[in-house]
């Protein structure tokens, strides 16, 4: 079979033993183990020469529905072969063929990231008589076009720090507050750092006025980014002609294994909160 470029669509749960999705020395990540995978099932013969390429990088303790690589392999895709190499954490349910010069990366339109606030609202307004409507209207002003050289890590060399947010919309399920995020492009920790100064404005550590001074980018600012693990990198939106396809044996791994651990951790979550109520009725 004549070499091609191949899309693929993952997922991956950022588990404290992975060292971020890029690849490192002397570390366990997310692309080390794809290429491991592709490599001993006899897709690429080395990764220097397979032209492997992630549209998006995250950070230690962050997750994935929806995250793309490519790579130029040696036979057609068979993606249940390379998941039986995968650790159940990690692993590919659609591809698409794409062309030789097609960057994951740079064709990418649109990048979706869902936040989770890993404390429950009811608890935060208790505890801060927390205020959901003023993180409404900062998530309003966050949309559009801003430097948001203040909601990112410092990095020494320059940069454009400039982004088009298309979409800033926070929303309520189960008790848990949950931020959805959507541009072309995001800098690096934009989003944690995004959901530190909501959240301080929301128990009101720091007033509506402050939170606007971070868009100035003349001002410097130093605080820490959010929890990384609350972090969930959606989908990544291409060009229609790109039609994945998706693996329905691959698609049923990943839901079994989400619904395995969201059984273990729902039966963890009602074991503690039963254990803090005083009493039962």
């Known amino acids: 079979m004549e070499k091609s470029k191949?899309?693929?669509?993952?997922y991956y749960i950022g588990k404290k033993k992975y060292y971020g999705s890029q690849r490192q020395r002397n570390?366990?990540?997310?692309?080390h183990c794809l290429l491991?995978?592709?490599?001993?099932k006899k897709y690429i013969t080395e990764s220097e020469n397979s032209r492997f390429e992630v549209a998006s990088r995250t950070d230690r303790?962050?997750?994935?529905?929806s995250a793309y690589f490519t790579s130029i392999i040696e036979k057609k895709p068979i993606l249940m072969e390379l998941n039986s190499a995968l650790p159940k954490e990690i692993g590919i349910w659609a591809y698409a063929k794409v062309p030789l010069?097609?960057?994951?990366?740079?064709?990418?339109?649109l990048r979706h990231y869902v936040y989770i606030v890993p404390t429950p609202l009811s608890y935060l307004k208790d505890t801060y008589f927390f205020n959901i409507d003023l993180l409404r209207k900062a998530c309003?002003?966050?949309?559009?076009?801003?430097?948001?050289?203040n909601f990112s890590k410092k990095v020494k060399e320059d940069r454009l720090t400039v982004r088009d947010m298309n979409t800033v919309k926070l929303s309520v399920k189960e008790d848990f507050l949950i931020f959805q995020f959507k541009s072309k492009g995001f800098l690096r920790q934009q989003i944690r750092r995004i959901v530190t100064k909501l959240l301080e404005l929301g128990k009101g550590d720091i007033d509506y006025d402050t939170f606007l001074s971070l868009f100035d980018a003349t001002k410097s600012f130093s605080y820490q980014p959010a929890n990384p693990k609350g972090l969930i990198l959606w989908d990544i939106i291409y060009d229609s002609e790109i039609n994945m396809k998706e693996d329905l044996k691959s698609?049923?791994?990943?839901?079994l294994y989400f619904l395995e651990k969201k059984l273990k951790f729902g039966l963890e979550h009602q074991l503690f909160n039963i254990l803090h109520e005083d009493n039962l009725s």
């Open 27 to 31: 570390a366990i990540t997310i692309e």
């Open 101 to 109: 010069d097609f960057s994951p990366r740079y064709n990418a339109i």
């Open 140 to 149: 309003s002003h966050l949309e559009g076009k801003h430097d948001f050289i």
């Open 61 to 65: 303790l962050v997750s994935a529905r």
């Open 36 to 40: 491991d995978v592709l490599i001993k």
């Open 6 to 10: 191949y899309l693929f669509k993952i």
């Open 251 to 255: 698609k049923k791994r990943m839901e």
